[in-house]
């Protein structure tokens, strides 16, 4: 049986819709899309969304009413409560999470206005040093990594303490920003102290670090379990007198047995996996200290922009050059699969992670494996092992002691092992979106093309393809962001912004939710707010995409998303084409719903609030009076328009014209005046 390919289709079209998705309307709040349904009122076809609410109610919206809607990220596996119509609970929980999040946008510029009053050292450029590291880096930076590296830098030069976060997938270089800074700083004579969450990146850090600053005077120490006892002595007494430089470690670093002469800068990798206890010690030495968190969780782009400028954060998001995607097959279990991908993987002198989510069952899976493959050699990691156990096979994996990790999930963050660039999954249908795409992350990490094998039962419940097919289809590199809305984001940001607001994400959505704090954040600074503008479109138009012509409910509800979502009229225009070339020459109510897209995004343009019709004319509404127009231009048109103050706007003749001739008439009118 061969495995088939993951095509890219489905998810890495945004803006597609399918039947079963959660949407939120903003007034009545969660609702779950069921399909399309056409109606016709008053002689006019139109295409309504059926969307389920809590109980039986049910809400048909018009189709272009969709660019009103939001995304909830819950799947049928972990569905978000549905909201009740008319019953205001969701105007409630909006509430209360505005409230909330008016306070932690106060404690944040109280934190930010603190920190910037907060005496800390300048770490000024150092011309004849700073391009000495530059050297052994073997690439060009991408332009998210320089960015990234003039923000720290720029952070380091000022003279209070740094506070930053980088985010970006995993492998993306954010270690590379890190050991610059670390370069800058030492260049000054002041100390960097690298805590990391795991013995083996303790290790591979030290590694990487060794490697670049060969050949430069700078002094490196690794203090982590594996340390000898007569280094680690040395390392502490260093780190007292000064004359070591650098210390990458685990929390060993956080004991009070460690001192620094002069610690200039802390960097934190995965906070988040440090304990409570161990947080509140990291805050105890970064009082004064510039520090620098990595994170291997990309931030989604909604909360990025609410955020920045209230948080000091750099987002990576392009892979680094000669990166390959990774290829990655959904197969049903099966036996010569799983030996040719290992053989294949061993012939080409790499390594293999083999995953096997059941403690309980993993010894015989060993067993398993072994007759099944018999030429390799294969170590077993998984949570029920003391943790030195579990560092100390990953460590001979990783140093090429054994061919395969056999292990649980728990390989599913931190382990950079270089030549593993296969991994096979067993029943990827259990595991969630956001794990499937971490444990991918594990290989792929070099110029060579990685392989991952999602194996699964021979039949699949409807929610478990849709996930499988979704990580199948984001196989381009940092597509984590496509993944914006799902658990991996939201687990992250109940690390970027504590347990009570990742609740609140979790009820109202993550872009709901960012929406809010930009709000509070822009109330706070005193900023106007930035309204969305959505027109009320109502003309009696016969618009929408014929079943006859699009035949599948998926195809029409894809489409219907992405026009709601096209931001340009080119945009539009590519739709169009791509339509015709699908299904042939547009049909007059595909037309007319193409038409009445650009007449949206056109009127949006102008800052209109409404475009409405009635017995002879069509209204065009717009915030305030005074109108600023082309007054010769519009008298020469070939209709009728007449400007009206209250309300303010125009109202244009219908005398002459076709319902199909309205968009394209209000086209020509709205053109003539200022966009807003």
């Known amino acids: 049986v061969r495995a088939r390919l993951g095509v890219g289709e489905g998810l890495t079209d945004p803006g597609a819709l399918s039947p079963g998705d959660f949407l939120i309307h903003p007034d009545h709040g969660v609702g779950q899309y069921l399909g399309l349904e056409t109606r016709e009122v008053l002689g006019v076809r139109r295409d309504y969304l059926v969307l389920r609410y809590k109980g039986e109610g049910k809400l048909y919206l018009p189709v272009e009413q969709l660019p009103l809607l939001r995304r909830h990220p819950g799947t049928t596996d972990d569905p978000p409560e549905l909201s009740s119509l008319g019953k205001g609970e969701w105007q409630r929980l909006k509430e209360k999470a505005r409230k909330d999040v ?6 944040l510029l109280i934190l930010q206005a603190k920190r910037k009053a907060t005496p800390g ?24 990594q320089k960015q990234a590296l003039e923000e ?72 982590s379990r594996f ?14 007198k000064g004359t070591l430089d650098i210390v990458i470690g685990t929390h060993r670093l ?66 680094p050059p000669g990166r390959k995607p990774i290829r990655t097959f959904l197969a049903p279990f099966d036996p010569l699969l799983v030996r040719e991908a290992i053989l294949f993987e061993l012939e080409r002198g790499g390594k293999v992670f083999y995953v096997h989510d059941r403690v309980a069952s993993i010894e015989a899976r060993r067993r398993y494996l072994e007759n099944l493959v018999p030429e390799t050699r294969i170590g077993v990691v998984h949570g029920q092992m003391p943790e030195g156990l579990v560092e100390e096979t990953m460590l001979l994996f990783a140093e090429g002691a054994y061919d395969v990790l ?57 929610a478990a393809e849709k996930r ?47 929406e809010l704090l930009e709000e509070a954040i822009r109330k706070l600074k005193g900023e106007a707010k930035e309204e969305r503008r959505h027109v009320t ?74 475009i409405t019709e009635d017995l002879a004319h069509l209204q065009v509404i717009f915030p305030r009076w005074p109108l600023d127009y082309d007054a010769k231009a519009l008298r020469q048109l070939p209709f009728r328009v007449e400007l009206t103050q209250y309300p303010p706007g125009f109202r244009l003749e219908k005398k002459g014209l076709k319902p199909r001739d309205y968009p394209e008439a209000l086209l020509q009118a709205l053109y003539l005046f200022a966009d807003a």
């Open 102 to 107: 008016e306070e932690l946008a106060a404690r």
């Open 406 to 462: 056999l292990a649980t999930t728990i390989i599913e963050s931190g382990l950079d092992v270089g030549e593993a660039n296969t991994i096979l999954i067993e029943r990827a249908d259990r595991l969630g979106l956001a794990t499937l795409y971490q444990l991918r992350g594990r290989v792929g990490r070099r110029e060579q093309e990685a392989y991952a094998y999602l194996f699964h039962p021979p039949r699949l419940t409807e």
């Open 121 to 144: 050292r300048a770490f000024p450029p150092l011309p004849e040093w700073d391009p000495l590291i530059e050297r052994g880096f073997p690439h060009e930076l991408t332009p998210d």
């Open 537 to 610: 479109l109502d003309l009696g138009v016969s618009a929408r995409l014929p079943a006859e012509y699009v035949p599948s409910l998926e195809g029409r509800s894809r489409y219907y998303g992405r026009l709601a979502e096209a931001r340009s009229l080119a945009e539009v225009s590519r739709i169009a084409r791509e339509l015709k070339d699908r299904y042939g020459p547009l049909p007059e109510e595909a037309e007319n719903f193409l038409a009445l897209a650009r007449l949206r995004l056109v009127a949006e343009r102008k800052g209109v609030v409404s």
């Open 227 to 240: 340390t000898p006892e007569k280094e680690e002595k040395s390392i502490l007494e260093g780190l007292e």
């Open 254 to 319: 956080l004991q009070p047995d460690v001192r620094f002469k002069d610690l200039g800068l802390l960097i934190v990798d995965e906070e988040h996996r440090f304990g409570v206890a161990q947080k509140e010690r990291i805050r105890e030495l970064k009082a004064e200290v510039d520090t620098l968190y990595l994170s291997a969780t990309p931030i989604p782009r909604t909360l990025y922009s609410a955020l920045v400028g209230l948080k000091d954060l750099s987002s990576i998001k392009t892979p």
């Open 468 to 514: 499988l097919n979704a990580i199948a289809d984001l196989s381009d590199l940092g597509s984590g962001h496509l993944l914006a809305e799902k658990d991996m984001e939201i687990r992250g940001v109940g690390n970027l912004l504590g347990p009570e607001q990742h609740g609140h994400i979790r009820a109202l959505s993550l872009e709901v939710y960012s």
């Open 152 to 223: 720290v830098l720029r952070d380091l030069e000022a003279p209070f303490p740094m506070d930053r976060l980088i985010s970006g997938d995993v492998g993306f270089g954010k270690t590379e920003i890190a050991l610059r800074a670390a370069h800058r700083v030492v260049g000054h004579g002041a100390q960097v102290a690298f805590l990391v969450p795991t013995t083996l990146l303790a290790e591979q850090h030290g590694k990487t670090f060794r490697e670049r600053f060969a050949g430069l005077p700078v002094r490196i120490g690794v203090l």
